[in-house]
Structure formats: C-alpha cells, structure tokens
T-cell receptor, first 116, second 116 residues
Framework: GAVVSQHPSRVICKSGTSVKIECRSLDFQATTMFWYRQFPKKSLMLMAT?????????EQGVEKDKFLINHASLTLSTLTVTSAHPEDSSFYICSATRRLVPETQYFGPGTRLLVL | AQKVTQAQTEISVVEKEDVTLDCVYE???????LFWYKQPPSGELVFLIR??????QNEISGRYSWNFQKSTSSFNFTITASQVVDSAVYFC?????????????FGAGTQVVVTP
C-alpha cells in the first residue's frame, strides 16, 4: 500500500513556541490531505482538509490562525501549531488521498505533541 | 449528530475467545463507504477493511470477519479466536458522498483487551 510519513514522530516544546508537523506521501501524488487530532482515549476528530495549491478548509471550531495548514506540493502538507499551549498537546495524524479516490485514505504514523 | 456509533467502550476477553464489535451508522446517502481501523498502543492506524454501500456481502479475512446489514445500518466486526496481539482500539468509520465527501467520520472506538 501507499506510504505516508510524518515528521517529527514526537515533539516536546515550551508554551508559546510554534511547532511544524510535516506529512509526506512518499510514493504517490496526494491531491488532498486531511489532518486529524486525537486526545487520549478519544476518537479522531477531523481538523481540516487540505487541497494542493489552495487554502485549507477547517472544520467548525478549529482555529485557522492557531493551526496553519499549507499544502504546497502534491507530496507535502504541513501543520503549524502557532503559539502552542498545554491544551494543544495531542496526537496529530494526517491522511492522504489521490485525486478522485477520497474513499481510499492512507494514514501517517502520527505525531505526539507535548506542550510544557 | 453522531454518524457512527460504537456503543461498546471496552471489551475484555481471554485469549481464544471470540469478540464482536458493534458499529451502527447513520446516513441518508445511497452511496457511502464503511471502514474498520485498528489502533494499537503505538498509535498508528491500521486499515482493516473498506466496504461500499452496494456490497452487502459479508467478508472473512483470516480470523477477522465483517457483517454488513443495511437494513439495520450496522457493520459489525468479529475477531475469532482472539490473541493478545489483537489488543487495541478499533474504530469504525464512515465516508459519505453527497455531504462531506472524503471526510472520514469516526466512531468513538472500542478498546479490546485480550488477556492470556
């Protein structure tokens, strides 16, 4: 199956700093990438949909100025958590799909963010 | 409104017992996709199955089997002869096609604990 990577896998940062998480599709062109957030013992919640070359579409309740998403190429999307606070600590997972096949999503391994 | 309901929060079984995970979904679309994912403690989502709404055939893959019943809007998952390695959180998910196309809607997840 297709491979999606995320970097870093784990990050610890101080409150007030910004953190960038990368999501890469390694062997296919991902026209759409999704970003999910998962709190401990909870389900995955979609944060935003990112289409290559256009602005991301955020789900209701997700602060677009807090969570900056960029999808500059067909193989890379980035999520930047700006001015991170302890409540932003979470597990962030991306998925990638090919054009016209959104029912097939390939998930990255996730990034654990801990904000102190 | 909850689109995917997994009523079982946690199921504990002894190795070699069978375990069935329930999933009830809600959609008005005639075309939709249902999924099961496994999330072991590492956090990485493991794809198990995808089923489209026009294919009600039950499926068996090794010790895994799925029962899709549109009449009751259910897509249940059974692990036969469970093993310790089956311990994980299992998510049922739905993609609708008319609204939120491509967006995976996850259930709350069911924690399966298999003890030796």
């Amino acid at each position: 199956g297709a491979v999606v990577s995320q970097h870093p896998s784990r990050v610890i940062c101080k409150s007030g700093t910004s953190v960038k998480i990368e999501c890469r599709s390694l062997d296919f062109q991902a026209t759409t990438m999704f970003w999910y957030r998962q709190f401990p013992k909870k389900s995955l919640m979609l944060m935003a949909t990112s289409n290559e070359g256009s602005k991301a579409t955020y789900e209701q309740g997700v602060e677009k100025d807090k969570f900056l998403i960029n999808h500059a190429s067909l193989t890379l999307s980035t999520l930047t958590v700006t001015s991170a606070h302890p409540e932003d600590s979470s597990f962030y997972i991306c998925s990638a799909t090919r054009r016209l096949v959104p029912e097939t999503q390939y998930f990255g391994p996730g990034t654990r963010l801990l904000v102190l | 409104a909850q689109k995917v309901t997994q009523a079982q929060t946690e199921i504990s079984v002894v190795e070699k017992e069978d375990v069935t995970l329930d999933c009830v979904y809600e959609t008005r679309d005639t075309t939709y996709y249902l999924f099961w994912y496994k999330q072991p403690p590492s956090g990485e989502l493991v794809f198990l199955i995808r089923r489209n709404s026009f294919d009600e055939q039950n499926e068996i893959s090794g010790r895994y089997s799925w029962n899709f019943q549109k009449s009751t809007s259910s897509f249940n998952f059974t692990i036969t002869a469970s093993q310790v390695v089956d311990s994980a959180v299992y998510f049922c998910a739905l993609i609708m096609t008319t609204d939120s196309w491509g967006k995976l809607q996850f259930g709350a997840g069911t924690q399966v604990v298999v003890t030796p």
